[in-house]
């Protein structure tokens, strides 16, 4: 099945600065989504992008399909964007709506 | 426009008990799928309601059953609960009608088994 590898793992940033999150995957996909787990668990939409490059306040995530990845940009980074950053795949075989999630990066924000 | 709910929030069983979750979908979502997520790892996909009917499984157990209502709001069950069933319980909805669309995400249903 389709590989998802999320790097770095874990991230330490300082309030103010930016820092780039990248997801790998393995085959053609229909569907990547960005999602950030906040500390209560639920997974907020950030980004559906299968393709392209999307924009959303100090956010911003490409992903270039041909060569199989996506990254997301956090620009300015505060404390409340601390939690996990999760990509999430649906491989073009299945095409079922069923997501494959990378194992998350955790990222600190220190004030 | 009310997003996905889910019921109960957090929850504590022990072992051989049996447990019922709860979702309703987003608003104008017709497909609810389950996942669940341990701790320290991504969400894994247990398997999705459509129509009322199961259209897809993930590697799960029989003891990982479910069910989709008219309404489309859908219930998690899990018999002979076991320690490592303890996780978050997300459920997600989406609308069948563009297969790969954007999925929305519950607060999750943390269970505990002890």
């Known amino acids: 099945g389709i590989q998802v590898e999320q790097s770095p793992p874990d991230l330490i940033l300082q309030e103010g600065a930016n820092s780039t999150l990248r997801c790998n995957f393995s085959d053609s996909v229909n569907n990547l989504q960005w999602f950030h787990q906040n500390p209560w668990g639920q997974l907020i939409n950030l980004f559906y992008i299968p393709s392209g490059t999307k924009q959303n306040g100090r956010l911003s995530a490409t992903t270039v399909a041909t060569e199989r990845y996506s990254l997301l940009y956090i620009s300015s980074s505060q404390t409340t964007d601390s939690g996990v950053y999760f990509c999430a795949v649906d491989p073009f075989s299945s095409n079922t709506g069923k997501l494959i999630f990378g194992q998350g990066t955790t990222l600190q924000v220190k004030p | 426009d009310a997003g996905v709910t889910q019921s109960p929030t957090h929850l504590i069983k022990t072992r051989g008990q049996q447990v019922t979750l709860r979702c309703s979908p987003k608003s104008g979502h017709d497909t609810v799928s389950w996942y669940q997520q341990a701790l320290g790892q991504g969400p894994q996909f247990i398997f999705q309601y459509y129509e009322e009917e199961e259209r897809q499984r993930g590697n799960f157990p029989d003891r990982f059953s479910g069910h989709q209502f008219p309404n489309y709001s859908s219930e998690l069950n899990v018999n002979a609960l076991l320690l490592g069933d303890s996780a978050l319980y997300l459920c997600?909805?989406?609308?069948?009608?563009?297969?790969?669309?954007?999925?929305?995400f519950g607060e999750g249903s943390r269970l505990t088994v002890l």
């Open positions: 997600a909805s989406s609308f069948r009608g563009v297969l790969t669309g954007e999925l929305f």
